[in-house]
């Protein structure tokens, strides 16, 4: 245990450096400001799919990755239906399983200031970087990336579920943003979002029906897997719906993704276009949709490099104090000098990791 606490208290001592060269300070607040602020949004309120007790070492099954970096976890979701007219409601428990490689919050934070050193301006300083970035990692699981597996989240509604759907609308009156939400029937939610915005200046935000949505995953992208179909079950009365993907473990983690609809890669939603702008890799295919909007890679060949490559990256910033998955997605959002390929130093990181 006293190693251990050797090993973090010199870890947040160099953090503490690379933070003081690289922003000149945590905007005044001390430097633990940052690394406690990601613990806390990004580690103890996020990682629902790796809760203690829930995960076991899974280095026998991916032996490219870092020793003890993927875990394999068992955890459980509750779906909860509310139907239209009584509001009576019906919950299903089903466990689900994934393979996560998560860094810690030290790795963490010092991925965050490397990828904001290279956008910092007089105006945009180091904490409102630092919570951009940690709030668009909050939106994409807070932070857990998924090497493999089924990934439950509540995203949308489906007309085809009994459930009511809750609609989160906000508007920005005087400088102050106002939210409400509002409770629209499952056959019902164009026509009842379309009566709730047509007036007012409000906008839909979310929405959501306590109906998980099941994504299987590859190398930290959300993919298509045959025998897995993504989405939600809507017959509330199939008590354990995803089975087949679940426990048949070809399907759950090894078998090759036939197709992916966006390629957005976590743990940031960086897109194939953000990493190519970046890294300048000719190899990256640019959008192009195919005909019936399914998939953003033309080949099967196009997909299998990008995961790859989001694999190659995100495993050598495991021991990096910098991650290109994270540079590429500020800097499309604050494009700057530092980030133009022949100044990122993207091509000597390479040369220096494995």
Request: hydrophobic share 40%; aromatic share 8%.
């Amino acid at each position: 245990m006293a190693a251990l606490m050797g090993e973090f208290s010199m870890r947040l001592i160099l953090f503490a450096l690379m933070i003081v060269v690289a922003a000149g300070a945590w905007a005044g607040e001390p430097v633990s400001a940052l690394v406690g602020q990601v613990h806390r949004r990004l580690v103890d309120n996020s990682r629902y799919m790796s809760p203690p007790g829930a995960c076991e070492n899974a280095d026998a099954l991916f032996p490219d990755w870092p020793k003890g970096s993927v875990k394999k976890c068992t955890y459980l979701r509750t779906d909860i239906f509310t139907a239209p007219k009584t509001h009576k409601t019906k919950t299903r428990a089903f466990n689900a399983v994934v393979y996560v490689a998560n860094a810690d919050a030290i790795r963490l934070a010092t991925w965050i200031a490397t990828a904001c050193s290279r956008v910092l301006s007089k105006s945009y300083r180091l904490d409102a970087c630092a919570n951009e970035l940690i709030g668009a990692i909050e939106d994409q699981s807070g932070s857990q990336f998924p090497v493999a597996g089924q990934v439950f989240e509540d995203l949308s509604c489906d007309a085809g579920t009994p459930s009511i759907c809750e609609v989160t609308l906000r508007r920005l009156v005087n400088g102050t943003v106002e939210t409400k939400v509002e409770l629209c029937a499952p056959d019902d939610i164009q026509g009842c979002i379309h009566r709730a915005t047509g007036k007012g200046g409000w906008k839909v935000a979310a929405m959501i029906n306590h109906v998980e949505e099941m994504y299987i995953f590859r190398n930290g992208v959300t993919v298509r897997v045959d025998g897995c179909t993504n989405g939600e079950t809507h017959d509330a009365s199939v008590t354990d719906p995803y089975t087949n993907c679940r426990d048949d473990e070809r399907r759950n983690r090894s078998l090759p993704a036939s197709s992916a609809r966006t390629g957005k890669a976590r743990i940031s939603s960086t897109t194939p276009e953000m990493f190519h702008i970046y890294t300048a890799d000719t190899s990256i295919q640019l959008p192009t949709l195919n005909d019936d909007d399914k998939s953003y890679f033309e080949t099967t060949d196009n997909l299998q490099y990008w995961l790859a490559l989001v694999s190659s990256t995100y495993r050598r910033a495991l021991s990096s104090d910098d991650n290109p998955l994270l540079d590429a997605f500020i800097c499309s959002a604050h494009p700057a000098r530092a980030c133009r390929p022949e100044n990122n130093g993207y091509a000597a990181w390479l040369s220096q990791t494995k």
